[in-house]
């Protein structure tokens, strides 16, 4: 069986100087290799190609037979590392935190610790006929998110 380590190996050190960033690999017991990665201003067919080839150089066939695929991270795939928040600072994401709760709101921030929305509120004001839109910033710590992903708005 190949070894995780190994594609990691082959794939950090041909992506890094090119900017890119490794979002995950997965290798099954049949020798089934999946590589997802990602760059600030998005990854080409000819870059996953290039990345196909090297990886390819990297490990003999003649002593593991194995089926590879390299990819970008998908746009509607949960995040999954924290370049990929970064990456989508300003953007409309929608978490879902471990409690069930689906929060959607403009990521503003992302460090090693927790991420920051921006959320709209609605509120009425006393005395008020209408409600009125606050802004508000919400931090969550990754330990409280299940799931993040970028929202695709068609306007």
Do not use: W
Request: proline share 2%; aromatic share 8%; glycine share 6%.
């Amino acid at each position: 069986m190949i070894s995780k380590d190994t594609v990691k190996q082959i794939v950090e050190s041909y992506i890094t100087a090119k900017g890119y960033y490794l979002v995950d690999i997965n290798v099954t017991k049949d020798n089934h290799i999946s590589v997802e990665i990602d760059h600030f201003e998005g990854v080409s067919i000819d870059f996953c190609v290039e990345l196909t080839r090297e990886i390819e150089s990297g490990i003999d066939r003649e002593t593991e037979d194995y089926e590879l695929q390299v990819s970008s991270a998908g746009l509607t795939e949960p995040f999954k590392v924290l370049k990929q928040y970064q990456k989508n600072t300003g953007n409309e994401v929608e978490v879902l935190t471990k409690e069930g709760k689906k929060i959607t709101g403009v990521l503003t921030a992302a460090n090693a610790e927790k991420i920051t929305l921006q959320i709209e509120k609605q509120i009425k004001p006393e005395g008020a006929k209408r409600k009125i839109t606050l802004c508000e910033d919400l931090e969550i710590p990754y330990e409280n998110i299940k799931t993040t992903k970028y929202i695709i708005r068609f306007k």
